[in-house]
Nanobody
Framework: QVQLVESGGGLVQPGGSLRLSCAAS????????MAWYRQAPGKERELVAR???????NYPDSVKGRFTISNDNAKNTVYLQMNSLKPEDTAVYYC?????????????????WGQGTQVTVSS
């Protein structure tokens, strides 16, 4: 059973920085992509950053240049470095993985979600 556990959320002032971590546990063979999503109250969940198994990254314009996603394969951990935070970045941030478990037939991947971590940007 694969599990994703986020950490690193909290309260930060506008212009500040936070680094979120997402640790994947369980029997993992590989992944196709890992990503961070966020959901603010009353809004739909939106993609914040994605990284593929080849290291290719993409970001929406709203966070481009401020957020950076990276991964440490040895630790099965994905990070989201968030700089120059704005009040509109306030949301629950979720880790997402398109992961191939060990023993998966034909390298079939499955989608996994973390439980979410709250990020609040406020003075």
């Amino acid at each position: 059973q694969v599990q994703l556990v986020e950490s690193g959320g909290g309260l930060v002032q506008p212009g500040g920085s936070l680094r979120l971590s997402c640790a994947a546990s369980g029997s993992i063979f590989s992944f196709y992509s890992m990503a961070w999503y966020r959901q603010a109250p009353g809004k739909e969940r939106e993609l914040v950053a994605r990284i593929t198994h080849t290291g290719k990254t993409n970001y929406p314009d709203s966070v481009k240049g401020r957020f950076t996603i990276s991964n440490d394969n040895a630790k099965n951990t994905v990070y989201l470095q968030m700089n120059s935070l704005k009040p509109e970045d306030t949301a629950v941030y979720y880790c997402y993985g398109d992961i191939v478990p060990n023993g998966s037939a034909y390298y079939t991947s499955y989608e996994y979600w973390g439980q979410g971590t709250q990020v609040t940007v406020s003075s």
